[in-house]
C-alpha cells in the first residue's frame, strides 16, 4: 500500500484546511498522525471502515474530522478552527499490525505534508 498526502499550507488560527491521503490499496483501518519539531509523533484521529468507528486525540475533538471516499479510496482530514499549536508535519498511516487503535502499530506510511498555522 502507499500512501500520499496532499493538502497542507499555511493558514491563520481559527482557518480551515483539509488534508487528503491518496492510498493505493485497500485498508481497512487508516489514520493520521503528526509530529512538531522537537516533539514525539502523536496520533490524530484513526477510521476503521468495517467496524464503522472513529476516535480522536482529546486535542482535536470537535475541530477534526476523519472521513473517506471509498469509490476514490482517498483517506481526509478536515481541520477547522486550528490553533498554532496544530502546526506539525502530518502523516496518513494505514494497515495496522494489532488492532485499530491510535497506539497500534502501522505498517504503511506517507510521506507527510507540513501544516503551518500562523
Same mark, same amino acid.
Given at each position: %500500500?502507499?500512501?500520499?498526502?496532499? @493538502?497542507? @499550507? *499555511?493558514?491563520?488560527?481559527?482557518?480551515?484546511?483539509?488534508?487528503?491521503?491518496?492510498?493505493?490499496?485497500?485498508?481497512?483501518?487508516? +489514520?493520521?498522525?503528526?509530529?512538531?519539531?522537537?516533539? $514525539?509523533? $502523536? @496520533? %490524530?484521529?484513526?477510521? *476503521?471502515?468495517?467496524?464503522?468507528?472513529?476516535?480522536? +486525540?482529546?486535542?482535536?475533538?470537535?475541530?477534526?474530522?476523519?472521513?473517506?471516499?471509498?469509490?476514490?479510496?482517498?483517506?481526509?482530514?478536515?481541520?477547522?478552527? %486550528?490553533?498554532?499549536?496544530?502546526?506539525?508535519?502530518?502523516?496518513? +498511516?494505514?494497515?495496522?499490525?494489532?488492532?485499530?487503535?491510535?497506539?497500534?502499530?502501522? +505498517?504503511?506510511? @506517507?510521506?507527510?505534508?507540513? %501544516?503551518?498555522?500562523?
Amino acid at each position: %500500500v502507499q500512501l500520499v498526502e496532499s @493538502g497542507g @499550507g *499555511s493558514v491563520q488560527p481559527g482557518g480551515s484546511l483539509r488534508l487528503s491521503c491518496a492510498a493505493s490499496g485497500y485498508t481497512d483501518c487508516m +489514520a493520521w498522525f503528526r509530529q512538531a519539531p522537537g516533539y $514525539e509523533r $502523536e @496520533g %490524530v484521529a484513526i477510521m *476503521s471502515i468495517l467496524g464503522s468507528r472513529t476516535t480522536y +486525540a482529546d486535542s482535536v475533538k470537535g475541530r477534526f474530522t476523519i472521513s473517506k471516499d471509498n469509490a476514490k479510496n482517498t483517506l481526509y482530514l478536515q481541520m477547522n478552527a %486550528v490553533k498554532s499549536e496544530d502546526t506539525a508535519v502530518y502523516y496518513c +498511516a494505514a494497515g495496522p499490525t494489532i488492532g485499530c487503535w491510535l497506539d497500534s502499530p502501522f +505498517a504503511y506510511w @506517507g510521506q507527510g505534508t507540513q %501544516v503551518t498555522v500562523s
